[in-house]
């Protein structure tokens, strides 16, 4: 199965020239840059006429749509054939996808929880996942932040993800100055920040692909 990930296009999603071919095509979340139902309509027609068999999404925090008007939401992405994943799963071919939006608290926006809190909702995920989405990265893998040298990804999922047995590949963006892939080496998984805009929030980087 190849996996084309990409995340954080905030609305400027018509100035990606290509995405590569692939099984699936994974969006982690801020697909709006100001969480209206008419930039999500806009962002589902679009994704709707990539040629890829499935496609996901997850809200991220500017996608405030989802919070706001959930079934309007839903129902945009239904009528594209688009599977919205909000703490769910779906299982395409021999692997389980599980996505969430959930992100530490910063400036009061959508999907955005206190690390108790965040601790709660992980448990949600289930052991089976192959294919984990969420919208932030986990603590020190893809959430560093330069110009404020932090880390500032979620801790209580990076606990998680190291207990997840059949765990294959985690898909996340948010710190868009974080963008890459890497292999771990201890166990193979394969860990995507899919950014596609830059922190000036210019649509700079490429979709990344990875084969499962």
Known sequence: MRIVCISDTHS????????????????AGDCTGNGS?????DFTKWLASWPH???????GN???????????????????????LEDEQVTIREHTFFGSPWTPVFRKMAFNADEAELSKLRARIPESVTVLVTHGPAWRIFDYVPREAAHVGCYS?????????????????????????????SDGVKFVN??????????????????L
């Open 12 to 27: 400027r999603h018509r100035t990606i020239s290509g995405i590569p071919h692939g099984d699936v095509l994974v969006h």
């Open 37 to 41: 139902l008419s930039a999500l309509e």
């Open 53 to 59: 068999e499935y496609k996901i999404l997850i809200a």
């Open 62 to 84: 500017h996608d405030y749509c989802f919070e706001r008007y959930p079934q309007e939401s839903r129902d945009l992405c239904n009528k594209c054939g688009i599977t919205y």
């Open 157 to 185: 999922l990076m606990k998680k993800i190291n207990n997840l047995p059949n765990l294959k590949a985690h898909i996340c963006g948010h710190i868009h100055e974080s963008y890459g892939y890497a292999v771990r080496e």
């Open 194 to 211: 899919a950014s596609i805009c830059d922190e000036r929030y210019l649509p700079i980087n490429t979709p990344i692909s990875i084969e």
